[in-house]
């Protein structure tokens, strides 16, 4: 593996709560928005700042568009790993762009269930359209994919 290719990859974990599967006893698709949202938000906090710091700025970041690509499934108690990049900066919006994987233990490796993206606005609580602070730019920037 490049390492200086994927320096800039934040991975965390998660567990899959009985709550987060639909009757087929996976998965419902739409949790996996929030498991982006798990992502993007560790990545955030530990590379950038925490979204209640950009709040405290005037400033949120909604989900502008999506993507996200079903590979396979997943179940109750799986552990799965969330990996999350930041693959486009501009003026007034940004994005990220994730892999939600299993990790099978027992093979070593994870399974790659999901990928996808979120690209986000820089608005103020008014709802009007503004540039993201300089000092984020910068953070951001320096964990660009």
Known sequence: MDEAKHKHIH?????????????????YNANYLRYFEIGRTELMREWVCSYRDIERMGIVLPVTECYTR?????FYDDLLVIETTVSELKKLTCRFNYRICRHDPEAERLQLLVKGYSVHASVTREGKLTPLPVDIVEKLQSVLS
């Open 11 to 27: 991975r965390c974990t998660c567990r899959v709560l009985y709550g987060d599967t639909d009757a087929a006893g996976i998965v």
């Open 70 to 74: 079903f590979k396979a499934p997943a």
